[in-house]
């Protein structure tokens, strides 16, 4: 080996650990902030409906069903290195339903509320992209999760509320996430982002006035989630 090939080696292996860490320094950004949007499941059971039945022009009996639309807030934190970034996402999911009614005027009135709490806690591989001639970045990743869930149906009659039906279950979902940040102020971002997650457990919900449990299987708490935000990069 001559002493060229020698030089050259050794400059190589002097000038590449800085071009790797130039590479991985590219757009090297940490990213937190908050989100708040609407919940839409997608599975019938979640979904449900709603009803009310009459008699001679008056509610004789009431049908609720899943928990339909509900809301979101949640944190996040992302860490970019290059292109790609790993995202940690928690917060809470409130789908709700409440149907009421009151057998005629100055009749009683009876209410039921059904009341699904998630908290999930997801960890997600992003890739953003820059959009040319635009302040906007875009981004999308998949990712997994687990999602702490409590399912509840509240029963009122003449103001008095009791629990009816009660369960709770943790299971492993994934989720596909899209959106786009857009700078307003120095390290401010607004943020817009929409989230698909597929979320599948078997329920078991107890009946607290007789401990009769009633099992649903393969229920999919998941669905779409659109979100508005606010991030901070640094």
Same mark, same amino acid.
């Given at each position: 080996?001559?002493?060229?090939?020698?030089?050259?080696?050794?400059?190589?292996?002097?000038?590449?650990?800085?071009?790797?860490?130039?590479?991985?320094?590219?757009?090297?950004?940490?990213?937190?902030?908050?989100?708040?949007?609407?919940?839409?499941?997608?599975?019938?059971?979640?979904?449900?409906?709603?009803?009310?039945?009459?008699?001679?022009?008056?509610?004789?009996?009431?049908?609720?069903?899943?928990?339909?639309?509900?809301?979101?807030?949640?944190?996040?934190?992302?860490?970019?290195?290059?292109?790609?970034?790993?995202?940690?996402?928690?917060?809470?999911?409130?789908?709700?339903?409440?149907?009421?009614?009151?057998?005629?005027?100055?009749?009683?009135?009876?209410?039921?509320?059904?009341?699904?709490?998630?908290?999930?806690?997801?960890?997600?591989?992003?890739?953003?992209?820059?959009?040319?001639?635009?302040?906007?970045?875009?981004?999308?990743? $998949?990712?997994?999760?687990?999602?702490?869930? /409590?399912? +509840?149906? *509240?029963? @009122?009659?003449? %103001?008095?509320?009791?629990?009816? &039906?009660?369960?709770?279950?943790?299971?492993?979902?994934?989720?596909?996430?899209?959106?786009?940040?857009?700078?307003?102020?120095?390290?401010?971002?607004?943020?817009?982002?929409?989230?698909?997650?597929?979320?599948?457990?078997?329920?078991? $919900?107890?009946?607290?006035?007789?401990?009769? /449990?009633? +099992?649903? *299987?393969? @229920?999919?708490? %998941?669905?779409?989630?659109?979100? &508005?935000?606010?991030?901070?990069?640094?």
């Amino acid at each position: 080996m001559n002493k060229r090939t020698i030089f050259v080696i050794g400059m190589s292996l002097l000038v590449a650990p800085s071009h790797i860490s130039d590479l991985f320094a590219q757009g090297k950004a940490f990213r937190v902030g908050i989100q708040a949007g609407a919940f839409i499941p997608q599975y019938w059971q979640i979904q449900g409906w709603e009803q009310i039945s009459y008699s001679n022009g008056s509610p004789t009996s009431v049908t609720v069903s899943g928990f339909g639309d509900g809301g979101e807030l949640n944190l996040f934190g992302t860490y970019y290195f290059s292109d790609w970034g790993a995202t940690v996402r928690t917060g809470v999911r409130l789908p709700r339903r409440e149907l009421s009614m009151s057998a005629g005027p100055g009749g009683w009135r009876e209410s039921y509320e059904n009341r699904l709490t998630v908290i999930p806690l997801t960890f997600s591989l992003t890739r953003r992209a820059s959009v040319n001639n635009s302040k906007f970045s875009s981004y999308f990743g $998949i990712g997994i999760g687990l999602y702490i869930s /409590r399912w +509840e149906q *509240k029963h @009122s009659r003449e %103001g008095a509320e009791r629990t009816w &039906l009660k369960g709770s279950s943790t299971p492993i979902g994934g989720n596909l996430t899209a959106g786009f940040d857009y700078p307003l102020y120095s390290h401010l971002l607004i943020n817009c982002e929409a989230e698909y997650s597929y979320v599948k457990t078997d329920w078991e $919900i107890q009946n607290v006035d007789t401990n009769e /449990r009633i +099992e649903l *299987k393969n @229920s999919n708490i %998941g669905g779409i989630s659109l979100r &508005l935000g606010l991030a901070f990069e640094f």
